[in-house]
């Protein structure tokens, strides 16, 4: 049996297009990504929590 992985997908929220995957859902490869893209910023799923 294969084993699926569900990989982050980034999506601009003005646009509403994907901007990115991401390799894996931990904090310390989504900072690499808000580095090397300033003026980033994350939003968790349901209500959403802007994150710095």
Same mark, same amino acid.
């Given at each position: =049996?294969?084993? +699926? $992985?569900?990989?982050?997908? !980034?999506? &601009? =929220?003005?646009? +509403? $297009?994907?901007?990115?995957? !991401?390799? &894996?859902?931990?904090?310390?490869?989504?900072?690499?990504? !808000?580095?090397?893209?300033?003026?980033?910023?994350?939003?968790?799923?349901?209500?959403?929590?802007?994150?710095?």
């Amino acid at each position: =049996m294969a084993v +699926r $992985r569900l990989s982050p997908i !980034l999506v &601009d =929220m003005h646009t +509403r $297009r994907p901007v990115d995957v !991401l390799a &894996d859902r931990t904090a310390p490869t989504f900072a690499v990504w !808000l580095r090397g893209h300033p003026g980033g910023e994350g939003c968790l799923p349901g209500p959403c929590r802007v994150l710095p």
